[in-house]
């Protein structure tokens, strides 16, 4: 299975660090070409060869399996070299900074790499100092752009469009790149967006980047054809954003009863990875409603499709 | 440097004297490391014999600047800023006298470390520099250092740096016992638990760059504290760094009280807001943070209306290992001694700030508030002063500035405006030939 993909779309970007900066026809044409790694990806032979005698570098600061593990196989999918360099292993527990760390690997000539960080702002700051194409894997509060053009395509593939729907985004918006990398996409593609959480975990002026803003899930979901729910860190559940992890999914946890606010019809999301009993409950969670398996199917292609459409802007000679 | 000891005619220059209000075309004339005269008129016939006659058509002549507020590193951490790296990047921006900060290592908290200051710059420097002390032992916020002491080993002022005194008692008693002795206390108004990890200034530009926010309450709430502190005990009292309105009104209703409360503000918060951070510049992330763009003309607003009587530098170098890192991880602080004088003019010449008052703000009141000679061209005050020219165009270049950090947030900046010549006790200590 080695014929070329179909669509042959450009994307603007030499790097991908946010939707920011992404235009409507870079998101259509990655979420299209992503389409197209979801049937590949059901078939026994799942490899291209669009990457080969690519390096792909996944330079993971911060723990992840999920989008880690996506990463690397989307990579060799598409016969890339795929190396992972997590924090716990490398040279950064031995106090070498993250741009020295840039400038190390750059000298080791890869394709692009692939980065996960704490802080806000790190992956740009890092792909300031490499000549290849970086691609945020999520940095700080900030944004992860890969979750969401998966969580866009496994609404589009479910509702058959972005435009003129409600979202729901539930829980932790203050820390959650998700939430801002969703809300920027969603809101660029004609969605309407609602966030809902206790005003401790808004940041202050959310409102002015084009969301409805809700206190409460019966207000917030009313009317939703998608609730996706953010994953509250166990650090922030006990008093210091809110009092107590059973107030707090009596509010905001998502069970049978807050998802009947929604629309019959809505489906409900989840990045991963999940706190059963925290902010969503198990029956909703694997619930007929839910797409929370599909999405992490969807991780994979649109990885694919990210890395390929980069590597059309890579340098051949 | 130029040791020149022969007396000085400043020609036909645009004399502008803020403690006298005086903006004239005029001569000044320097002699022994005093001014003798600046007025209109003096002309080369009326000057000793052998005068250097400078003509300086078309040039400011003001009085030197006194940087009220800036972070040095020495002693302990010379390689970020020296007493004489700091006095040269002064002497090439048109600071003559420098207010340096206690934070060191150790802090200047005892009269030995203020005495280390003065003889060191004494050594080292090209300009005045005057150490303000430490208000708390190691600036922990605990105890009190030995203000009497302090005060007469030479320290101008007692001050946690960019630390603020959370516990009230400590500072009730400190702003007690430093009345005793008229010793003026300033203080960085930032409570640090409400700020808490933020990192920027709280609001949407903070919300899209998905960096925590610092509310502008953390800093009213403890300045508003402070005032009624000033009420209980009487002390004199200086509020570091002011920044948006609400501070402001605070302010002004304690002036209106009569109380001996003065502010100053840096130069970056007058002539900078949050949207110059960009694409997470950690260049601009400052403490505290900068505002948004209606602050700032606030702010200005202020510096115009006398409410806040003193604009210094904040000069905080820091080097690549604490800036070059993730925004939420970088040091705040940047230099800004060399290009104090020159962003200040893009005030001026935007029509946002009148020159006298700019340089009232930057010299004459300093000095009042911190007891010292200079800020004034009066006769018999030393003969610290600048040449400028208000016009010539240049672009900020890091690697030129004399500082031996380049945290600038004016890189590569358009400025209008040069300092030519900074004379220090009559000695021209910079000049551009």
């Known amino acids: 299975m080695n014929s070329p993909a179909k669509t042959s779309f450009v994307l603007s970007q030499k790097h991908l660090l946010g939707i920011e900066g992404l235009t409507v026809a870079d998101i259509t044409g990655l979420l299209d070409l992503a389409e197209e790694f979801v049937e590949l990806n059901r078939q026994i032979e799942k490899k291209r060869t669009t990457l080969r005698g690519r390096t792909q570098i996944n330079l993971f600061f911060e723990v992840s399996t999920r989008t880690q593990s996506s990463f690397e196989l989307a990579g060799k999918r598409l016969g890339a070299d795929v190396m992972n360099m997590s924090a716990s292993s490398s040279s950064m527990r031995k106090g070498e900074t993250l741009m020295d760390t840039a400038i190390t690997l750059n000298a080791m000539h890869p394709d692009l790499i692939v980065v996960r960080h704490h802080a806000s702002g790190a992956v740009e700051l890092l792909a300031r100092k490499v000549d290849c194409s970086v691609i945020n894997a999520g940095d700080g509060a900030h944004e992860h752009p890969t979750q969401a053009l998966l969580d866009a395509l496994t609404i589009r593939r479910n509702k058959g469009r972005l435009e003129g729907l409600t979202v729901a985004i539930c829980g932790d918006i203050l820390h959650s790149r998700v939430a801002r990398s969703n809300i920027i996409l969603l809101n660029a593609m004609g969605a309407r967006v609602r966030v809902v959480a206790p005003t401790t975990l808004l940041p202050p002026g959310i409102e002015r980047m084009g969301v409805e803003v809700a206190r409460d899930m019966r207000e917030g979901l009313n009317g939703a054809d998608i609730v996706m729910m953010l994953r509250l860190q166990r650090e922030r559940m006990n008093g210091s954003y809110v009092p107590s992890v059973s107030e707090y999914f009596h509010y905001y946890g998502l069970d049978e009863k807050k998802l009947a606010y929604a629309k019959p019809d809505a489906l409900v999301m989840h990045p991963g990875p999940m706190n059963r009993g925290v902010e969503i409950d198990s029956i909703v969670a694997d619930g007929a409603q839910s797409l929370i398996r599909e999405q992490v199917e969807m991780g994979v292609a649109v990885r694919m499709a990210v890395l390929e459409a980069l590597s059309r802007n890579l340098p051949n000679a | ?433």
């Open chain 2, 1 to 433: 440097m130029m040791l020149d000891r022969r007396p000085i005619l400043l020609a036909n220059a645009r004399v502008v004297d803020p403690s006298r209000d005086l903006d004239t075309v005029g001569d000044v004339l320097i002699a022994d490391g005093v001014i003798r005269e600046a007025k209109k008129g003096i002309g080369a016939a009326g000057v000793p014999e052998g005068t250097d006659v400078v003509d300086c058509r078309g040039k400011l002549v003001a009085p030197g600047l006194i940087d009220m507020r800036a972070f040095i590193g020495e002693p302990g951490a010379g390689y970020r800023e020296t007493l004489a790296s700091a006095s040269q990047a002064a002497a090439a921006g048109g600071v003559t006298t420098i207010v340096c900060q206690p934070d060191t290592s150790p802090a200047i908290d005892n009269p030995a470390t203020v005495d280390y200051v003065l003889r060191r710059a004494r050594d080292t420097a090209i300009v005045h520099v005057h150490p303000m002390a430490a208000l708390t032992k190691g600036l922990e916020g605990k105890e009190m250092t030995e203000i009497g002491l302090l005060k007469a080993a030479g320290a101008v002022a007692f001050t946690d740096g960019a630390k603020s005194v959370t516990n009230a008692q400590v500072m009730r008693r400190a702003l007690t016992y430093a009345g005793d002795f008229d010793a003026l206390i300033v203080h960085h108004t930032e409570d640090p638990d409400l700020n808490g990890d933020g990192v920027m200034n709280e609001g949407e530009f903070a919300a899209r760059l998905g960096l925590l926010g610092m509310p502008k309450a953390a800093e009213t709430i403890m300045l508003e504290r402070d005032i009624r502190l000033v009420d209980l005990t009487g002390g004199r009292y200086h509020a570091a760094s002011v920044t948006c309105p609400e501070s402001l009104e605070v302010l002004r209703r304690a002036k209106d009280a009569g109380l001996s409360v003065t502010a100053s503000a840096s130069i970056n918060h007058v002539t900078l807001n949050e949207n110059d951070i960009g694409p997470y510049r950690t260049f601009l992330k400052l403490a505290p943070p900068l505002r948004q763009e209606r602050d700032r003309v606030a702010l200005i607003e202020a510096v115009r209306s006398g409410l806040v009587d003193v604009i210094m530098s904040d000069h905080n170098p820091q080097d690549v290992e604490t800036k070059r890192l993730p925004f939420a991880e970088a040091a705040p602080g940047a230099i800004g001694i060399e290009t104090m004088l020159i962003a200040g003019l893009r005030l001026v010449h935007n029509g946002e700030l009148d020159l006298l008052t700019l340089l009232r703000a930057t010299s004459t009141r300093p000095a009042e508030l911190l007891g010292l000679p200079g800020g004034t061209l009066r006769s018999g005050a030393p003969a610290d002063l600048i040449v400028v020219d208000m016009d010539q165009p240049w672009v900020v270049n890091p690697d030129e500035l004399k500082s031996k950090c380049k945290n600038t947030p004016f890189d590569e900046a358009r400025m209008q405006g040069r300092v030519m010549r900074t004379i220090v006790a009559g000695r021209t200590v910079y000049e551009v030939v």
